[in-house]
C-alpha cells in the first residue's frame, strides 16, 4: 500500500502533501529532521493506494490546487 497524506505544524502554521509506503516512518523522518522548518508535524489526512502511481497521481492533484482551503475542506470532509 502506498498513502497520499497531509501533514500540519501548527509552529509555522503550514500544511505539507506528500505521498509514502510507510507513513509512521516518513512522519518520524519529517520530525526529526527539521527539513520542512518544523519539528511538530502531525498526521492530518490520509488516502491509501494500492500502487505508487496512483498515490503520485493523487498528491499531484492535491498540489495542484493550491489552495489552504481546499486543504482545509479535504481535512474536515475526511471520511
Known sequence: ????YILYS????????????NIKRRLAEHNSKRNL?????????????EN??????????IKA???RTYLEWLISNNV
Open 65 to 67: 490546487k493550491k489552495r
Open 37 to 49: 522548518g518544523a519539528s511538530d508535524w502531525q498526521i492530518k489526512y490520509v488516502e491509501s493506494f
Open 10 to 21: 501548527s509552529n509555522i502554521d503550514k500544511y505539507y502533501i506528500g505521498q509514502t509506503e
Open 1 to 4: 500500500m502506498y498513502f497520499v
Open 52 to 61: 505508487r502511481s496512483d498515490a503520485v497521481k493523487r498528491e499531484t492533484e
